[in-house]
């Protein structure tokens, strides 16, 4: 195991880009998402650096546009391929912890302690499932059931991984 310091401050999520060859790791401190080349461990630009960032980043994902979704304690912004940063409106005071749903195209965010179906606009949001305990852990869905997984820490039910079956309903740990 390599390790790398980017700047002071904590840092909870990290993406490869939309060609898997660099590391995007958001920086509070700095106020900006880092490239970071795996290779060499070396901070090579930045993808965005925006005032907006400055709140600590608890999920990121991208879509099959380009577009970066960041989600923050109830912020979502996206980041165009060019590096432009957009706050998304509507209702993406739901989204933190994020990814692609794989059946729809939306965002599948994850929220205190449930999981939403949301438009990548924030226009609509659905639950799919409750019962989590979200912290730093990130979700994923399975490509072929869409069970979600999500691992908490120090949460409600201390270190766990909740499972939510493809159809919906209440999380039981996994």
Not at 89 to 100: K, R
Not at 151 to 161: A, E, H
Request: hydrophobic share 40%.
């Amino acid at each position: 195991v390599t390790s790398l310091q980017v700047n002071t401050s904590s840092h909870y999520q990290v993406e490869m880009d939309l060609y898997n060859q660099v590391a995007l790791v958001p920086d509070g401190t700095a106020q900006a998402i880092w490239k970071v080349d795996p290779n060499t461990l070396a901070i090579t630009g930045t993808l965005v650096t925006n005032g907006a960032l400055a709140a600590t980043v608890y999920g990121m994902v991208y879509d099959c546009n380009g577009d970066l979704f960041v989600g923050q304690s109830g912020v979502l912004s996206k980041v165009d391929p060019f590096g432009a940063l957009s706050a998304v409106g509507g209702l993406s005071t739901l989204a933190q912890h994020l990814t692609i749903d794989r059946f729809t195209g939306d965002l599948i965010s994850g929220r205190g302690s449930a999981v939403y179906r949301l438009a990548r606009d924030g226009s609509t949001a659905a639950t799919l499932g409750t019962g989590f305990g979200f912290r730093y852990g990130d979700l994923a869905q399975d490509i072929l059931s869409g069970d979600i997984f999500v691992p908490t820490c120090c949460g409600w039910s201390g270190q766990s991984l909740h499972y939510l079956p493809g159809g919906g309903g209440v999380a039981s740990i996994y």
